[in-house]
């Protein structure tokens, strides 16, 4: 599968894009977001909100661990990080398969849990404000996900 590539420069970039790829996405969609930390997953996730219709403040479920927000689609905002054993049977197989949008930050922990087909985004630091976005589809619906994304996203 081909990589895709995209870099911000601000949040309002990543806001910006986030709300551009949500446009993109349906029921039973899942995000792996991975970086580290500070790189900007959460306020991705947050432009993702937005563009899905969700006014609530979104904030990184580190202690809970999932959080649930309604909008276009349902939106599950997952932060795996404090999970002790990978295996740990919390339902997300529910979520993956819903009729929500799933995003996971640090979806490496749970990699034997996720489903078939989903979207890595790695995001790096490339300075201070400049994040480096790369999308790695697992499937075919993500890489036309991608291929459809990234067409209008340099399009415009």
């Not at 709300?19 to 993109?24: L, M, V, Y």
């Not at 009729?99 to 640090?106: A, P, Q, R, S």
């Not at 075919?140 to 340099?154: D, V």
Request: aromatic letters at 14%; hydrophobic letters at 35%.
């Amino acid at each position: 599968m081909k990589d895709y590539q995209i870099t911000v420069h601000n949040q309002e970039e990543t806001f910006s894009m986030a709300q551009t790829f949500s446009k993109f996405l349906r029921e039973g969609d899942t995000i792996a977001l991975e970086g580290d930390l500070g790189a900007g997953k959460t306020t991705f996730t947050k432009g993702l909100a937005i563009g899905l219709g969700i006014n609530k403040n979104i904030s990184s479920p580190t202690f809970t661990i999932i959080k649930e927000y309604k909008g276009i689609f349902p939106l599950y905002h997952m932060d795996v990080y404090r999970l002790k054993d990978s295996t740990e049977d919390l339902g997300f197989d529910e979520y993956f398969h819903g009729d929500g949008i799933t995003v996971i930050e640090w979806a490496h922990i749970i990699q034997d849990q996720l489903p078939e087909q989903f979207l890595t985004i790695e995001i790096k630091f490339v300075d201070l404000t400049t994040r480096q976005f790369l999308f790695k589809p697992v499937g075919i619906r993500y890489e036309q996900l991608c291929e459809e994304f990234f067409h209008e996203y340099f399009s415009n």
